[in-house]
RNA sequence: GGGCAGUUACCAAAGUGGCCAACUGGGGCUGACUGUAACUCAGCUGUCUUUCGACUUCGGAGGUUCGAAUCCUUCACUGCCCA
C-alpha cells in the first residue's frame, strides 16, 4: 500500500490524497460502505460501482469467520473472489464486536473469548489469529485487534483497556510481519488509536501507535457514547501526533457533519452503517437535509426522491412513492434509501476532497454544515 | 314466524359489579440508530392538560346499585339454525 499526499488545506488540517493498493486507487478523503458480511446490505456491487462510486469496503473479521467460516472463505480463494468485489477491501477486526456483544464475552489477557451470536458456540479471538483470519480473508486493509472501549468508560478502566489494545498490537505486528498474503497480493495493518475521552490517554496511545511505523493508522473507540464535541477534541489531539504521510482512518463515524469535521481535522478514511442501516429504517440523508421517510407529510409529495441528488433513484422516484415502500415494508424501499444515501455520502466526501485541491474547503463546509442537519 | 349467539376504541379481539380509559394483536403516528446480533428498537394511539389530574366512553333508551362495559327491561342491528 502507498500514500500520496496530494494537498494540504492552508485553512484547516483537511488533506486530499491517494492511496494505492493492489486492488486499485483511492481517492482521499473516502467514505467506505459498510459490507459486515460480505455484502452491502440491500446493494448491488453493480449499484456500488457505478452509481454511488464507492472505492473500498468494509467486511468483518468476526461475523466472516463465524459464517462462511474460513474453509470456504480460503476454497473461494478469499473474499474478494468470494463476493465478486474486485476493488480495495478493508476487514474490522473484531474489536468493534468486544464492544458491541460485551455480554457474549470475556477479556483476557490471551484474547476475548466469545459466545457466537448465532448458535452460541465458544471462540477465542487473539491479536494473532485474527491476523491469520485476515490473511484468509485477503483483506487489502487489515485492522487490529483492540478493545473498542466505550465512550463512558471511567479513566482507571479506559487506562487498562488501552494498555491491553496496546500490548495485544505488538502481538498482532509480530505475527502480521512474520507472514504473507496467500493470494499474491499485498496486505497492509493499520494499528488502532485507543484511550477514550481523556487527553492524556489519547496523547499516549497516538505516540505509541505512531511509533510503530506502519503504511496507516486508525482513531477508534469514538461515537461510542461520549459527547460529540469530545470526540472532535479526540480527534485534535491524536492527529497532532499521528504522522501526516499516513492515511488516517476514524473508524465508524459518522454523521454528514461528523465526517465533515473529522476531514477538517486531518481524517482521511471514514465507515460508517448509518447510510445503510438508517436507511433501511426510513431515514435519507441529503445535502438539504435529514428526512424520515415514513413521516405522514410525504404521503403526497410527488417530487423527486431527492432534486439535488447524483444517484438515479434520486430522480427515478418520488417521495410519495419511496413512503409508500416504507409504509408496505417492500424490500425495494431499502434498497432506495440504501443506494441514494451511500451516493450521498460518497458525493459529500468527493466534495470535500474537490474544495481541498480547489482551496476553498472551510467556506464549502461552513456553508454546508447547517443544512446537512436540517429536519425535512 | 321461531330458536340460539352476538353488538367493546381505526380493525380484530379480551374483559362479565369496584384493581377499567378498558388486556393483547394489527393498523396508524412520532422518535432512535455512528469499526451492523438491527427489513431493528422505543414511545404514543377517547378528549383536554407538560405532569398531576379532569372529563366523556364499551349498539340506543331506561332501570337496579354507594358503584355498571359487566346485572335487569326494552328497542335496534348482525350472524347461524329451524320453519
New binding site residues.
Partial sequence: MNFTLQHTDKQSNARAGLITTDHGVIETPIFMP?G?VAS??AVHFHELKEDIKAQII?G?TY?LYLRPGLTILEQAGGLHKFNGWDRPILT??G???V???S??RKLKEEGAHFRS?IDGSKHLFTPENVVDIQRIIGADIM??F?E?TPGDAPYDYAKKSMELTHRWLKRGLERFDATTGKYGYSQTFFP?VQGCVYPDLRKQSAEFIASQGREGN?I??L??GEP?EKMYEMIEIVNEILPKDKPRYL?????PQ?ILEGIERGVDMF????P???G????LFTSQGIM?M????W?NDFTPLDEFGTSYVDQAYTKAYLRHLF?S?E?LA?QIASIHNLAFYLWLVGQARNHIIAGDFVAWKREMMPRLGR?L
Fill in positions: 459498510v459486515t452491502v446490505k468494509l468483518n461475523h474490522d477486526s474489536g468493534y464486536q464492544f458491541s456483544l455480554g457474549n451470536h485492522m487490529a483492540d473498542c488502532i486508525a477508534g473507540g461515537a461510542v460529540t473508524m465508524g463515524v459518522g454523521t461528523n465507515d460508517c452503517v448509518m445503510t442501516r438508517n433501511r429504517n426510513g431515514m424520515n415514513r413521516n405522514e407529510k404521503k409504509i415494508q424490500l431499502m429536519r
